[in-house]
C-alpha cells in the first residue's frame, strides 16, 4: 500500500541515485511516493548525463514523461510532452535522454527490474497484455472533460487507459476562474504532480513540483484556479466516479487521564470548527469565485448551501449532532424528571446505518488492512461514503495544514 501524500513539493525530497537497472549514464530520482509492498513508485528523475538502455523487459507497468528536455524512443526523438507507456512483460525499444532532461517515472505493479532482450521479437511474459504507446502530448489538442459534476472549465488530454481495469493516465487543465466548492471522493486512487500554474484546495496550494497520491475515498475540493489556470498529470487506479460531500464536519474526544489542570482527569473535545478559527488562508476572491461554483449547481438544478469556511459562523459539529439526537432518545421515551442511572442506549439518527456507508467487501477481502485501498465499483452498487484521512505526509513548502485539510 502507499500512503497518503498530500501535500508536497519534489524540491523538499532528497536525491537518491536513480534506480534504473541496466542503464548507461548518471540520473538521481526523487521518490514522491512509493508502496513498499509491490514495488509501484512515483518519481521525478533528472539526468545528469546522456542516459540510454538497450531494448528489455520491464517488471512493472512503466511510464515516462518529459517535464523538460528530449527522449528518444526506438530512433523517434520527442521533447517536452514526450510519453511512453510500457506494458509489463512487453519488450521494448532502446530508450535515450538527454543531458538535462526531466522527466516523471511511474512503476506500477512491479519492481524496477529490467531484463534485456535482443529485441521487439522477444516473446512476452506470460500474463502480458496492451502494447507500447509513444506519444507527443504536446501535438494534442485539449477534450472537454466528460463527466457530470463540475462546472465547465477542465479539460483532458488522454495518454493511456487500460481498457480492462480502467486505470488511466492523463493531462488535466484547469482554465482559470474552475472552481467547485464541493468535496469529492472516488472509488480508486489519484495521484497528480502539477506541471505548470497554480490552484487552491483543502490541502493546500498547487503550484509547479507538486504533488499528491490520495487513497481511495479521501474527500478533497473546495477548488479555486488562478491566473493562468493549472495543468497536471494525473494517474488513478480506475474509473474515477465523483462522489460530492458539502457541510462537512469532525469532531472527536476523550477523556483525559492525566493532562489535565495540575495532572487530574478532564473531559475534551475539539472539532474542525475550533481549528478553523482565526484561519485566513482563503482569499476573498476564493470566497468569491466559491460562492460562483455554488450559484453555478444550483442553476443546474442542485439543492446546494452557500460554501462556508470551517471556523465561520455556527460550529457544524454541533448542529449536526443536535439534529440527530430526537427527544426521544435523550429521554429513553419517559417523561422529565426520569433518572438515567440503568443504562438506556443513547441513539442518533443520522440517516442511515453506518454499515451501509461501507464497501460491502473492505473488512473481508485482501486488501482488508488498508482502509483506502480501491475496489471495484459500477453503477447501481452502493456508494461507499469517504473514509478520515486526517494525517497524510505533508513537507514544509507546501503542505500546509488546517480545518480544511482534514
Known amino acids: 500500500m502507499r500512503p497518503h501524500?498530500?501535500?508536497?513539493?519534489?524540491?523538499?525530497?532528497?536525491?537518491?541515485?536513480?534506480?534504473?537497472?541496466g542503464g548507461e549514464g548518471r540520473a538521481s530520482e526523487?521518490?514522491?511516493?512509493?508502496?513498499?509492498?509491490?514495488?509501484?513508485?512515483?518519481?521525478?528523475?533528472?539526468?545528469?548525463?546522456?542516459?540510454?538502455?538497450?531494448?528489455?523487459?520491464?517488471h512493472a507497468d512503466t511510464e515516462y514523461y518529459v517535464l523538460e528536455g528530449s527522449m528518444t524512443y526506438g530512433g523517434r526523438q520527442i521533447g517536452k510532452g514526450g510519453y511512453v507507456h510500457a506494458p509489463k512483460g512487453v519488450?521494448?525499444?532502446?530508450?535515450?535522454?538527454?543531458?538535462?532532461?526531466?522527466?516523471?517515472?511511474?512503476?506500477?505493479?512491479?519492481?524496477?527490474?529490467?531484463?534485456p532482450v535482443d529485441g521487439?521479437?522477444?516473446?512476452?511474459?506470460?500474463?502480458?497484455?496492451?502494447?507500447?504507446?509513444?506519444?507527443?502530448?504536446?501535438?494534442?489538442?485539449?477534450?472537454?472533460?466528460?463527466?457530470?459534476?463540475?462546472?465547465p472549465g477542465l479539460f483532458i488530454k488522454y495518454l493511456h487507459v487500460d481498457p480492462i481495469t480502467g486505470f488511466y493516465t492523463r493531462l488535466v487543465y484547469c482554465q482559470e476562474g474552475w472552481t467547485d466548492h464541493r468535496l469529492?471522493?472516488?472509488?480508486?486512487?489519484?495521484?497528480?504532480?502539477?506541471t505548470q500554474g497554480h490552484l487552491e484546495y483543502n490541502f493546500g496550494t498547487l503550484d509547479q513540483g507538486s504533488y499528491?497520491?490520495?487513497?481511495?475515498?479521501?474527500?478533497?475540493?473546495?477548488?479555486?484556479?488562478m491566473e493562468g489556470g493549472m495543468t497536471m498529470l494525473l494517474r488513478s487506479d480506475g474509473e474515477l466516479y465523483n462522489w460530492y460531500t458539502q457541510n462537512e464536519w469532525l469532531r472527536w474526544g476523550g477523556e483525559a487521564v492525566n493532562y489535565g489542570p495540575d495532572g487530574t482527569?478532564?473531559?475534551?473535545?475539539?472539532?474542525?470548527?475550533?481549528?478553523?478559527?482565526?484561519?485566513?488562508?482563503?482569499?476573498?476572491?476564493?470566497?468569491?469565485?466559491?460562492?460562483?461554483?455554488?450559484?453555478?449547481?444550483?442553476?443546474?438544478?442542485?439543492?446546494d448551501g452557500d460554501y462556508v469556511?470551517?471556523?465561520?459562523?455556527?460550529?457544524?459539529?454541533?448542529?449536526?449532532?443536535?439534529?440527530?439526537?430526537?427527544?426521544?432518545?435523550?429521554?429513553?421515551?419517559?417523561?422529565?424528571?426520569?433518572?438515567?442511572?440503568?443504562?438506556?442506549?443513547?441513539?442518533?439518527?443520522?440517516?442511515?446505518?453506518?454499515?451501509?456507508?461501507?464497501?460491502?467487501?473492505?473488512?473481508?477481502?485482501?486488501?482488508?488492512?488498508?482502509?483506502?485501498q480501491g475496489r471495484p465499483w459500477k453503477p447501481g452498487d452502493p456508494i461507499p461514503a469517504p473514509i478520515l484521512s486526517t494525517l497524510p505526509v505533508r513537507s514544509r513548502s507546501r503542505g500546509r495544514w488546517d480545518s480544511d485539510g482534514m
Not at 35 to 53: A, K, Q
Not at 93 to 112: K, N, P, Q, S, V
Not at 184 to 194: L, V
Open 30 to 58: 526523487r521518490r514522491l511516493s512509493v508502496d513498499e509492498e509491490d514495488g509501484s513508485s512515483s518519481l521525478r528523475i533528472d539526468f545528469h548525463t546522456d542516459w540510454g538502455r538497450g531494448p528489455g523487459i520491464h
Open 309 to 372: 469556511p470551517n471556523g465561520v459562523g455556527p460550529d457544524k459539529s454541533l448542529i449536526a449532532m443536535a439534529k440527530a439526537l430526537d427527544a426521544s432518545n435523550l429521554q429513553g421515551g419517559h417523561g422529565q424528571g426520569h433518572e438515567h442511572d440503568h443504562g438506556h442506549e443513547l441513539r442518533a439518527d443520522w440517516g442511515a446505518d453506518p454499515g451501509s456507508l461501507e464497501h460491502r467487501d473492505e473488512r473481508t477481502d485482501a486488501g482488508a488492512h488498508n482502509w483506502g
Open 212 to 225: 499528491f497520491f490520495r487513497p481511495a475515498r479521501v474527500k478533497h475540493g473546495h477548488f479555486t484556479t
Open 184 to 194: 469529492a471522493h472516488h472509488p480508486c486512487y489519484e495521484e497528480a504532480y502539477t
Open 91 to 115: 519488450p521494448t525499444d532502446a530508450i535515450t535522454f538527454a543531458e538535462g532532461t526531466r522527466i516523471l517515472h511511474y512503476r506500477e505493479y512491479g519492481d524496477a527490474g529490467f531484463d
Open 265 to 303: 482527569r478532564m473531559r475534551w473535545s475539539q472539532s474542525s470548527h475550533d481549528l478553523g478559527k482565526g484561519s485566513a488562508r482563503r482569499s476573498e476572491r476564493d470566497l468569491a469565485d466559491l460562492a460562483a461554483s455554488v450559484r453555478y449547481q444550483r442553476e443546474q438544478g442542485a439543492d
Open 120 to 151: 521487439l521479437n522477444a516473446p512476452r511474459r506470460a500474463g502480458a497484455r496492451e502494447d507500447v504507446i509513444v506519444i507527443d502530448s504536446e501535438a494534442m489538442t485539449w477534450d472537454a472533460v466528460p463527466n457530470p459534476g463540475p462546472m
Open 5 to 21: 501524500v498530500e501535500l508536497i513539493h519534489d524540491d523538499d525530497y532528497i536525491w537518491h541515485a536513480a534506480e534504473l537497472v
